[in-house]
Structure formats: structure tokens, C-alpha cells
T-cell receptor, first 113, second 113 residues
Framework: GENVEQHPSTLSVQEGDSAVIKCTYSDSASNYFPWYKQELGKRPQLIIDIRSNVGEKKDQRIAVTLNKTAKHFSLHITETQPEDSAVYFCAASSGDSWGKLQFGAGTQVVVTP | NAGVTQTPKFRILKIGQSMTLQCTQDMNHNYMYWYRQDPGMGLKLIYYSVGAGITDKGEVPNGYNVSRSTTEDFPLRLELAAPSQTSVYFC????????????FGNGTRLTVT
């Protein structure tokens, strides 16, 4: 089955700096890669996703890149703000697995003013 | 739309007790899922369903049962609760279609002592 590894486990950045979280996956059939943000005590919420036919996707200050050959994908947050502080999870699934997402262990991001 | 609604929000069980975690969605989603999230970890899939009357095991199904008698409801049953089942449980749903995003409920925090 799919195995997703996520690094780093914690990330401290100064407000205004960029944050990068990296994930690797094992199943070459995986073709959908969402990123979820989870604030303390809240539910995970989708912030951006990318499909295997696209190499990069951007939404305002958030971007995701995918390297299918190397089987890794990354989340980039630019101009970080205190409200970006949360746990971020990457996930991967294959086309026939619907919501059977395999999640990474998460990255605690702390943005200090 | 209320989205995905889970009850209860919190529950403390004694070892050996049983309970049902309720989940209902009003988005007419065919697909529903139960995930558990242990402290500091990502989410692991317990069971999922692709439609009424159809359920299947995920990554960590032992100690749990589900049913899907209607499109809206997907209860999770714990029989003979064990301390290892202490976790936060998230129900999610998605619409048909390749790699549709998951919509999560607010979670149920369960402690087994």
C-alpha cells in the first residue's frame, strides 16, 4: 500500500518568511495529492490539492509542486502570517481509491511575529 | 447546508463498554469515511463506504464496525472499548468523481480508561 512520509515534523518561521514542507510517497499509481490545515482542536480543512497531470499549482500565498519521477511533493507558503500557524498534513491517493487517503504524520508550523 | 455532523463531541468510556459514534451529512455525498487521529499523528482510515449498503475496511478496522443503511448516515460502532482506541475520530464525506475533496466533521474526542 501507499506510504507517505512528511518532513519536517516542526517548523518555526519568522513572520514574512517562507515555509516549505516536503512529502514523499511510495505508490507510483498515486495521482492525487491534497494538503490539509488543522488548527488546534479543529477539523482538517483542505487548503490546496494537485493532480498528477500538473507539476505546480498556486493559490495566493500557497503553492504546491509535484515531482512524479522522484515521487515527492511540497507545500510552499510565502509571506507567512501568524494565522498560518497550524498543523499541515500532506496526503496521497490513487485514482481508484477515492477518499482512501494516506496521510503524512503532519508538520507543526509556528509563525512568530 | 450543515455539512458533516458528528455526535457526540466528547466521550469517556470505561474499558469493555461499547458506544456508537454518529455521523450524518446533508450534501448527498455517496462516499463516507471514518478516520482516527492519535496525538501528534496523521489520520488513519478505519472504514469507508461508497454508497448505502456498501462498506469496506480501511487501514485500522480492528475493534470497530460500521453500517450504511442510508446515504446520509454512517455510524461507527465500538465494541469492548480498549485504551488503544483513545483517539479523535473524524467522519468525512465526498462526492462521486475521481479524487473529490473530503469534507470533514468536527470530530469526536474519545477517551477509554
Amino acid at each position: 500500500g501507499e506510504n507517505v512520509e512528511q518532513h519536517p515534523s516542526t517548523l518555526s518561521v519568522q513572520e514574512g518568511d517562507s515555509a516549505v514542507i516536503k512529502c514523499t510517497y511510495s505508490d507510483s499509481a498515486s495521482n492525487y495529492f491534497p494538503w490539509y490545515k488543522q488548527e488546534l482542536g479543529k477539523r482538517p480543512q483542505l487548503i490546496i490539492d494537485i493532480r498528477s497531470n500538473v507539476g505546480e499549482k498556486k493559490d495566493q500565498r500557497i503553492a504546491v509542486t509535484l515531482n512524479k519521477t522522484a515521487k515527492h511533493f511540497s507545500l510552499h507558503i510565502t509571506e507567512t502570517q501568524p494565522e498560518d500557524s497550524a498543523v499541515y498534513f500532506c496526503a496521497a491517493s490513487s485514482g481508484d481509491s477515492w477518499g482512501k487517503l494516506q496521510f503524512g504524520a503532519g508538520t507543526q508550523v509556528v509563525v512568530t511575529p | 447546508n450543515a455539512g458533516v455532523t458528528q455526535t457526540p463531541k466528547f466521550r469517556i468510556l470505561k474499558i469493555g463498554q461499547s458506544m456508537t459514534l454518529q455521523c450524518t451529512q446533508d450534501m448527498n455525498h455517496n462516499y463516507m469515511y471514518w478516520y482516527r487521529q492519535d496525538p501528534g499523528m496523521g489520520l488513519k482510515l478505519i472504514y469507508y463506504s461508497v454508497g448505502a449498503g456498501i462498506t469496506d475496511k480501511g487501514e485500522v478496522p480492528n475493534g470497530y464496525n460500521v453500517s450504511r443503511s442510508t446515504t446520509e448516515d454512517f455510524p461507527l460502532r465500538l465494541e469492548l472499548a480498549a485504551p488503544s482506541q483513545t483517539s479523535v475520530y473524524f467522519c468525512a464525506s465526498s462526492s462521486p468523481g475521481n479524487n473529490s475533496p473530503l469534507h470533514f466533521g468536527n470530530g469526536t474526542r474519545l477517551t477509554v480508561t
